[in-house]
């Protein structure tokens, strides 16, 4: 190992201990180690346009200015209202609707953004039930990373591997899309069965109830009628160009840019305002992640790690059950954004030796479904923790991993059966 390989693996371990550590913001660690491997010249300045992942970061800044526009119409109140009364007050159909759609939503939209349009909505409704609103939340929690597995856009670590591999948005839909469908029913009944006992409404409250929810309007949370109008319709649009942008030959980040665009332009939004709620730290975050991690490229180090990996796994199969189980197991402990840069790499140093297409989406299972492990594994968790303390509801680490760690493992083990029969076979 060489002196710059040396002081590569330092900053790439320290920045790594920073972030899980919490002791300073993630992204000034990633900007500061950033910082460190471009001044002492590890990854010189020609090549950060090689290692700075810009279909990423670009895909995530347009649909955070499309979402941000979006939620000023009351667009995403008005989902949660309609939820609600297609439950008719049964708490049972509120957990099933509700996890739907916040699946459905977080396909599309990323899951922060998703918890937090929708928890306070979830917090009033079963609040007016009168039942312990903790496996309602739970429930939300793991929907949102479940379904923002099915699809390229729905989980940063897909953003990632989408544009490092060359995968399409129908690539992500057909093979993690049925896993996430299967798996959010799986999830719902887990919850149920765990929770079983304290989702009964008050007999003698049924009634009142389902009038309370009933008598919601959903038409009073739109709050501008004519944005909420066009908000859908670009929505639409970009979907709609996400399902055809390989066939289009136009890359998911152009679609989003395109979307925002059209939008700010349409509905005459402020862009100081749009832009000002972007998460400009999470972009820096990705930025100088990307960097490191390129060092550890530039270096040499992932080639060898990947060489030794390579050694020991004859097959395909065995590289599946490897890195899913992996992933899982570690997304669940760190942030799976920067695990997922790390593994990237290494998955293709290893394409000279496997058909990296299955380990590909054996990836993308273990990080995005890996994070429903413990309340640190994903954003989403923290945030829905953090909302459901302020109004004085308690979920410890223990009582989320307890239901956590069993869906981590169901949900997983589901996953890579289905990738396993898909290609690798009995």
Request: hydrophobic share 55%; net charge negative.
């Amino acid at each position: 190992m060489d002196t710059m390989e040396l002081i590569a693996l330092v900053i790439f371990i320290g920045v790594y201990g920073f972030i899980m550590s919490e002791r300073i913001h993630r992204t000034v660690a990633a900007m500061v180690g950033a910082s460190l491997v471009l001044l002492i010249n590890i990854v010189p300045w020609e090549k950060v346009p090689k290692y700075l992942d810009l279909d990423t970061i670009l895909l995530l800044a347009g649909m955070m200015v499309v979402v941000n526009v979006a939620r000023e119409s009351g667009l995403f109140e008005y989902i949660a209202i309609k939820t609600a009364k297609l439950s008719k007050g049964s708490p049972m159909k509120v957990l099933l609707l509700f996890s739907v759609v916040t699946a459905v939503v977080s396909a599309f939209l990323d899951n922060v953004t998703t918890v937090l349009l929708l928890t306070p909505m979830l917090l009033y409704i079963t609040k007016r039930m009168d039942v312990n609103p903790i496996p309602f939340l739970l429930s939300e929690v793991f929907a949102s990373n479940i379904g923002g597995t099915a699809t390229l856009i729905g989980d940063p670590p897909n953003i990632m591997i989408g544009s490092a591999a060359g995968l399409s948005f129908n690539e992500f839909l057909f093979n993690m899309g049925p896993i996430a469908l299967v798996d959010l029913f799986a999830t719902v009944g887990i919850i149920y069965l765990a929770y079983r006992a304290e989702m009964n409404a008050h007999k003698e409250n049924e009634e009142g109830i389902r009038m309370t929810i009933m008598s919601l309007d959903e038409n009073d949370a739109i709050r501008d009628p004519v944005l909420f109008k066009k908000s859908i319709t670009v929505l639409v649009g970009v979907i709609i160009g996400f399902f055809f942008h390989d066939r289009l030959g136009v890359e998911p980040a152009v679609i989003a840019l395109t979307g925002a665009s059209v939008l700010l332009l349409w509905s005459g939004a402020s862009p100081e305002h749009a832009l000002e709620k972007v998460e400009w730290a999470t972009l820096f975050f990705f930025g100088g992640l990307f960097i490191i991690v390129g060092s550890l490229v530039e270096t040499g180090a992932i080639a060898q790690i990947a060489n030794w990996m390579v050694s020991h796994i004859h097959s395909e199969g065995e590289a599946v059950l490897v890195i899913s189980w992996f992933s899982a197991f570690s997304s669940a402990v760190v942030d799976n954004i920067p695990f997922t840069a790390t593994m990237i790499p290494l998955i293709k140093a290893m394409g000279t030796q496997l058909n990296t297409y299955p380990l590909w989406w054996a990836l993308s299972l273990g990080a995005c479904l890996g994070g429903n492990g413990t309340a640190i594994g994903a954003s989403a968790n923290v945030v829905v923790i953090g909302i459901a303390h302020r109004e004085g509801i308690r979920i410890t680490f223990g009582d989320f991993l307890k239901v956590g760690m069993a869906i981590m493992v169901t949900t997983v083990a589901i996953g890579t059966a289905i990738i396993w029969l898909r290609y690798v076979g009995l």
